[in-house]
């Protein structure tokens, strides 16, 4: 059999095992590139790059969230949809630990916990994202109406504008 020239990740082996149509997109990951690295690179709209953020609840349970590149989440409106104080980033031990994922290369598929999945709804609404494909430098290409037969997302409506630096 020929060696696939991308990771096999736990991330492509649950869309292999559950028959997704995906496209790999590799590119030179760069330490705080983000979003707007992997979409320059990728040469695709920053929007359809979708971030993959692990957050907790005041109470310490994690979830993600799945967020446009050309945005952030509003963490206040994200815990009043979720009906808890308050909701901040895990740090990267955290994510890491209930991922199996390194951040940067953070995938909702295949995470070694089951957590839940906010998704903003805009993003179901783009003809293809670009998500972590469970590898620095490792984008995967789906529709994003795959998202809802491989993880029990949640759609919400946090997303507000990317403050420039």
Do not use: W
């Given at each position: 059999?020929?060696?696939?020239?991308?990771?096999?990740?736990?991330?492509?082996?649950?869309?292999?095992?559950?028959?997704?149509?995906?496209?790999?997109?590799?590119?030179?990951?760069?330490?705080?590139?983000?979003?707007?690295?992997?979409?320059?690179?990728?040469?695709v709209?920053?929007?359809?790059?979708?971030?993959?953020?692990?957050?907790?609840?005041?109470?310490?349970?994690?979830?993600?969230?799945?967020?446009?590149?050309?945005?952030?989440?509003?963490?206040?409106?994200?815990?009043?949809?979720?009906?808890?104080?308050t909701?901040?980033?895990?740090?990267?031990?955290?994510?890491?630990?209930?991922?199996?994922?390194?951040?940067?290369?953070?995938?909702?598929?295949?995470?070694?916990?089951k957590?839940?999945?906010?998704?903003?709804?805009?993003?179901?609404?783009?003809?293809?994202?670009?998500?972590?494909?469970?590898?620095?430098?490792?984008?995967?290409?789906?529709?994003?109406?795959?998202?809802r037969?491989?993880?029990?997302?949640?759609?919400?409506?946090?997303?507000?504008?990317?403050?420039?630096?």
């Amino acid at each position: 059999m020929e060696k696939p020239d991308y990771p096999v990740t736990p991330a492509v082996r649950l869309l292999r095992g559950k028959n997704v149509d995906f496209a790999p997109r590799l590119y030179a990951y760069e330490d705080h590139g983000g979003t707007t690295r992997a979409a320059a690179e990728l040469n695709v709209p920053e929007h359809a790059v979708i971030k993959t953020l692990v957050m907790e609840t005041e109470q310490k349970k994690s979830l993600i969230v799945l967020m446009h590149g050309d945005r952030e989440v509003s963490t206040k409106q994200l815990a009043r949809a979720l009906g808890v104080k308050t909701v901040s980033p895990c740090d990267a031990a955290t994510a890491q630990r209930h991922t199996g994922y390194m951040v940067g290369g953070i995938s909702p598929f295949g995470t070694r916990a089951k957590l839940p999945v906010y998704v903003e709804r805009t993003i179901l609404a783009l003809p293809e994202i670009y998500i972590n494909g469970g590898k620095r430098g490792f984008l995967i290409a789906i529709n994003p109406h795959d998202l809802r037969s491989l993880l029990a997302v949640t759609e919400v409506d946090v997303a507000i504008a990317r403050e420039l630096n």
